[in-house]
């Protein structure tokens, strides 16, 4: 992950093609901070052709009498003067393929290097890590260098072309590193006086904040070896001199200031925060200490760079400011296929370029079009949905939802109804479910934790039964208001996979207790006449905001059947009053599956999609609707229209970047670690249709019967872990006490090597009270998973 | 802007670099498309060196027999073998460099050729246009190619690099067309069999959907002119005789079916749209027509790119399928430096690669820190706001706005208070307020057109008195609940700055009248005891989506002095109960002022800002606090913090976004148009504050004596047109009606030079009933408005 030391300066080179300079710049610019009287690293990672022309003999060659201040070295080698991916291959041709070092072993070798020189130093060093050929010049694998060494993360500096051309080829690369989100602090070039792409470039990048150098051309080089040698010699002194007109001196100089600016930054961030920023969810009075802010410099895969304020305030630190912090959350369980996946910053910048945002009501664009027709046709509306209604994010898809469902019920129901009955129209859902925080969505929920003052909850909330693994077992826990008798409140089931076969449980007294209580209830509510229900919500599976409840699906099957009078699922039209999933937690594969309707077995009528929807980027949410929804909305009145809109209503970014993420989300269906994943969790019965996690079983098993450990339960990315407390709630602390450890830097080198860069890692997870809980992407490796399951272990049963 | 025809199939023709065999693999495709009997047209924009090595010529030299069917031209031509900013300035220098053609003269330039060839054949035909140097090299007037080019929009190939360094160059010049949206149908390289780069760009490509071609390179130069042109000759028959091997002429089929894909793709999109999506406040009932879905294809500045489904019927057009249309509504208040402005894409793509999504609670990141920063102290904040909370959209700012002073307004007053009571705590606002469609902004609203089944109205909401042009005079008028004597309806005032002059305003017997109507109103609710009003909510100056209602601003300013008990507006506290400023629309210059704040002469002590805050491109809004509504939320318990969150609060792409818009702003606001535009509106009695308009007060005034408009009003972009009508309110049809023309394609030709392209364009425009209404970009030039006006005039004034 990026490091960034107090001490040592470390820039990588990136050139804006091959035969730019590269080297001779990076030459000037060692010898000058040389000449500073500093310690200074040259790094060729990956040098190819033959050693006598290698780049870091020419370092070394001219670091005259300086060299004893000079360390270059090279990390690996190949005698073919050919892209490093072609070079690797003809030295390692067909069955030694596998002996071509991966990306992640560059990337760690490089980091070790550093970390290496920066606990070397006693005083300001600098370290200067020279690329291959162009920005995306392939590396030793085949992936592009811009994307290689993204993990590092390094603060770069882009060798400009000054040949005809060079203009464009600057620019584009300067284009590349951006869309990977890299700092670039400076451009340097030769000045062509013929072209004099110089004078282009330098108002074209100030303009954009980054300064350029141009630099006097090498002299032709001599036909004798020995009067080469002084003339090149001659030019490295001319410019790298410290007189007035030099800019290599200077931009050693200006490069040491992005240095400390960045530092001080870094520094700063944490009050300025404090002063001015408003968090969601946090309460500003038990944050009152700097060290209390998490300062994200970026973010790559699973993990967050963040800043270790101990370390940037050590006087003498040697250790890295910035440490990875595997993103235990998933962001708020965004993150699908990492942070800062080029596939979705292209995706978006696409979609950016060619509408940027454009009006929807009555038109339409490609993103939108096929977004829609993905998600009705061929997504989590297959066999049911009509419709696709867009909005801004999951609550507001919900206030869609809801919108829909009310107005679908009061035109089949309400005849006679005033508009007071109307807005006293209930809602039928579970205890502890969470839709959004905008006030509509709120008031679908009961009032507890999360309210406000225009809270007003409408509707009759079921407590429901839960599935949870304790002390090893599976365990279905009934309520006792279900439960007449107190011992039938725990049923243990074999596995898992029988948990979530609906069609064989439907048929257990388990399933006729539920149908007669859910019955008996309703007929209770319709008795007293209020509240009126009109809509059925239900977080298929797992209720997340509410504490990572994992409600028996046999119980929400039950009660949808109920509700429905029974109706089979194909009918056309919604028959006791419309269902509602709200999915934008479970939907897309979060918990190991598109859809939770093909479990349960049933369909809504309406469902909505968020949070994964858009890959972790940005917000967006689709409302999807049957055809008998959509028609209750059909009229001659403008004004009996669905009148809901957003400014970006299916703003073509956002659409853009759901589109790709669909895609990339079909490929990790068919992906090993998905199939080993499912492989690890099938049941030994055989059964074929089951539900699977990315946790490992045994893990999960076993941590369950810790004694500090109340109940755990996992289905695809989610680990939710209820620990043993008297206090519990929203306001429990006894989670976030157990385990934090996890947060702490101090690893002791467990998983060292997970983290890009072989960094040591911390994991910030997020709990719900006395119940902590960790997501993964969907693209979380299994050694990083492996690692974080340890590191659990550890934490707990120390 | 975007020419699609369907009998001329057009491309651009991009290099990756310089000297990478652009001509002589278009070259080819120009006789691979004329050995299949095709006319084709070669088109070089600008050519740069020689004559006699120019490429046209050479394309025309190697027509052979087929230079018949070939036309070849070149439009604008340099001696100076250098990149054409360079070559033009060395033709043009000093005094003359007004003469060097500016971006828009070279697009139109291109634009009419590609129009004449259109119309000038009886078949299907092919045309190339040959772009010099890379994708990024300089255009005549010193903008890059990739965007001078831009606003034609033509589908692409890109001629890749096929030397060492190459793959680099290919794919970052991918990258940057990418960047700016174009459709890339294919990349053409030759086959170098010793850097191979082709085996590399293959798979590459094809995982991106992009078809590579890779082509035997062409011989060595010979010395002998007849030898070397034999021998040329002899290579582009090798490569484009149709036999089975040959890549250039599939390539040309491939490209063919591209185009044929597209035209089906457009015809397509209605029915499939109508099919699928259901759309924000439309009536889906009144849309039964393909004909009434406009398929937005791309955008460009302030206009769309649609499909004119006429003429993509018409068995033998000769007409355009795309043509520009003006988004007179910027996109619903959205757009600020027009559709798919490069600099606010590149600010997405940096902070989608730098950090993706980062979660915000007790996080902090750059992106997010500097836009808070900015917009409390040096923004709408400047002065009052102490803290900047993040969500997703308007709608959503708002109900933070209103959860923040309901939970500030019942600490200190609500001892006592029960829940239900709470729930009932009401806003005072303004009749015809639109705060968003979630439903608890809805409840700060009066039930009206906007409305659904659990919409519940909560407050009193003042007939506030609306200011107007009217028969050419400045008129304030005065509902009857407030103006006791009908006669005083109407107040005419000299100038709209007058009307905006609130210090001077505040001492008249107008001032005296609102005071006192407005005590006594709130007295009577007192009396009543309800409702309980918890919260004063305004849109400053122009309440947008209740018709572009443009509030007097001295009645504003009186409601918040009686509110407030004639606090002044420097007091750290607030006091009465929170005023809520709504600036989701009028906000960052939309009517010409960052905050109307300081016009008013009085600051809230909560705002919210959207729409422009992002640009125009991605969903995103801030609701800032006072210090005093910040503390309400402070205590020693969790769950009294500020209980709202979205999962993408803060989402760093959104406020990147935001960031680079305001620094662009920030250039706007000293430019030359802005400074033009407040000099027209500068009233003749040289106060110096006022307000302007980017429309032409005479214009204004003109129309609103026209027999068919009430009322005109305008501010900043906006202009509102109120036409006479026995109907009103939002079902009304009467303005759409009476402006219908402008949607209309065929515009006789008027202001053909301010679309890009120079092509006849329709305009867009949206109506709230009887209320239509033109909101611009805030960098529209005049010369577009100027059109637009002349247009609305012609429309309605024929």
Known sequence: MSSLFKQLRVHQIFGANTDVGKTILTTALVRASALKEKSVFYLKPISTGPIEDADDKHVMRFG???????????????????????????????????????????VNSIANRIRAHAGSISKHAHMYVETAGGVHSPCLSG????????????????????????????????????????????????QDQYYRNWEYLQPYFAERGIH??????????????????KSTEDYYNSITSTSEENTIPKLVDYLDNCHNLRLHELESMPRRTLDTVWWPFVQHGFVQSENDVTVIDSAYGDFFSVCKRNILQEPNATRSILAPEFDGSASWWTQTMGHAH????????????????????QATHLPALNLAERMVHDGPGRGWASRAFFSDNGSTGMEVALKMALRAFSLRHGKGMDSGAKKDLGILGLKGSYHGDTIGAMDACEEGVYTCE??????????????????GKIIISIPPSISATPKANEI???????????????????????????E??????????????????????????????????????????????????SSSSWSGMPVIFDEVFVGLHRIGMESAGPLLGIYPDISVNAKVLTGGLIPMAITLASKSIFEAFLSDNKAEALLHGHSYTAHPIGCEVANKTLQLLDDLQTSDDWKAAQERWRPLDGTERTVWSFWDPTFVRELSKLPEVDEVMTLGCVLALKVKDASTGYTSQSAQTLLQKLRQFDDGGIGLSVAPGGDAFSVHFRTLGDVA????????????????????WKTIAR
């Open 342 to 361: 080029p596939s979705l910053t292209l995706a978006a910048a696409q979609a950016s370029g060619r509408y940027g945002h454009v009006m929807f009501p």
């Open 454 to 471: 225009w809270h007003d909850a409408k509707g009759y909330w079921f407590e429901p039964p839960s599935v949870g693994i304790k002390d």
């Open 773 to 792: 809980y960790f997501i993964t992407s969907l693209n979380t490796s299994p050694s990083v998973i492996r690692s974080i399951e340890d590191r659990i």
């Open 143 to 190: 992936s592009t260098q811009a994307d290689c060494y993204r993990p590092l993360f390094l603060p770069t500096i882009l060798v400009g072309d000054s040949k005809l051309g060079g203009i464009s080829s600057t620019i584009a690369s300067y284009e590349s590193l951006l869309l990977r989100g890299y700092i670039i602090d400076a451009v340097i070039l030769f």
């Open 212 to 229: 350029v150098s141009a630099v006097h051309r090498p002299p032709e080089v001599l036909a004798d070896p020995s009067d080469n040698f």
């Open 492 to 518: 243990r089931l074999p596995s898992l996979s029988s948990v979530y076969d609906i069609e064989g449980r439907l048929r257990s007294s388990l399933a006729r207790a539920y149908t007669l209580y859910i």
């Open 64 to 106: 005259g009498k300086l060299a004893n201040k000079i360390h270059a070295e090279c990390l690996f080698r190949y005698n073919e003067p050919v892209s490093p991916h072609l070079a690797a291959k003809l030295m390692m041709p067909g069955d030694q393929s596998q002996l071509i070092p991966s990306d992640e072993n560059v």
């Open 520 to 569: 008996r209830t309703l007929e209770k509510l319709e008795k007293q006449g209020r509240p009126k229900l009109a809509a059925l919500v239900i977080e298929p599976l797992v209720m997340g905001a509410g504490g990572m409840i994992f409600v028996d699906p046999l119980f929400q099957r039950v009660l949808i059947d109920v509700v429905r009078g029974r109706r089979s699922g």
